[in-house]
């Protein structure tokens, strides 16, 4: 079955300081979906890179995809206070129409 | 637009109780979807409807768990004989489509159940 998981799950930054978050997968997506989880709040995708993509941009944020390595990251440039928040890929498959598979999260805290 | 609306916001249940718990998708949307959100087990997918017909329950628990979509506007999630390991955040998602990247799900802000 297919799976999506970040390699670190919890970070702690100043404010202004740039920061990378990983994900790896184990079979085929046809899109890398991130969202953002906030307190007593569901996800909310934030920016989603399809596969023929390596690169993709939104404002602050910076996702990539490599797909020879099953994996993705997310990049917040700059990161401010109100970036505070638990960050999660998730990836579809070919094999299941529907769902997505969701990485255990990276909680992020961004600090004055 | 209110997004999803999940009921209620909090539920506690004895152990043994029976607790159902509301979804109202985004009005256009053809695909629910329920999750279930632990610290230990993260986000599981649970099950999911298209057009209101269900089309995956692969992550349901077979028994006690039961999930329905009478009509486009709402989904309920029924969880029998609850037990203290079926405390949850439960969340429902919709989507306009459940594939590609259309497939993006917008999430309600949850049900967290709590059974004694």
């Known amino acids: 079955s297919q799976w999506g998981e970040e390699n670190l799950q919890a970070l702690s930054i100043q404010e202004g300081e740039d920061v990378t978050m990983n994900c790896s997968y184990k079979t085929y997506t046809t899109v890398v979906h991130w969202y953002r989880q906030d307190s007593g709040r569901g996800p909310a995708l934030i920016i989603l890179?399809?596969?023929?993509?390596r690169e993709k941009r939104s404002g602050r944020l910076r996702a990539t995809l490599d797909t020879s390595s099953q994996s993705s990251s997310l990049s917040i440039t700059a990161a401010q206070c109100e970036d505070t928040a638990v960050y999660f890929c998730?990836?579809?498959?070919?094999?299941?129409?529907?769902?997505?598979?969701f990485g255990r999260g990276t909680r992020l805290q961004v600090y004055a | 637009n209110a997004g999803v609306i999940q009921t209620p916001r909090h539920k506690v249940t004895g152990k043994g109780q029976e607790a159902t718990l509301w979804c109202e998708p985004i009005s256009g949307h053809s695909a629910v979807f329920w999750y279930r959100q632990t610290i230990v087990q993260g986000l599981e997918f649970l099950t999911y409807f298209r057009n209101q017909a269900p089309i995956d329950d692969s992550g349901m628990p077979k028994e006690r768990f039961s999930a329905q979509m009478p009509n486009q506007s709402h989904s309920t999630l029924k969880i029998q004989s609850t037990q203290p390991q079926d405390s949850a955040v439960y969340l429902c998602?919709?989507?306009?489509?459940?594939?590609?990247?259309?497939?993006?799900?917008?999430f309600g802000a949850g049900t967290r159940l709590s059974v004694l």
């Open positions: 998602a919709s989507s306009l489509r459940d594939w590609g990247v259309q497939n993006t799900l917008y």
């Open positions: 998730a990836t579809d498959g070919t094999q299941v129409v529907g769902q997505l598979t």
């Open positions: 890179i399809r596969s023929n993509e």
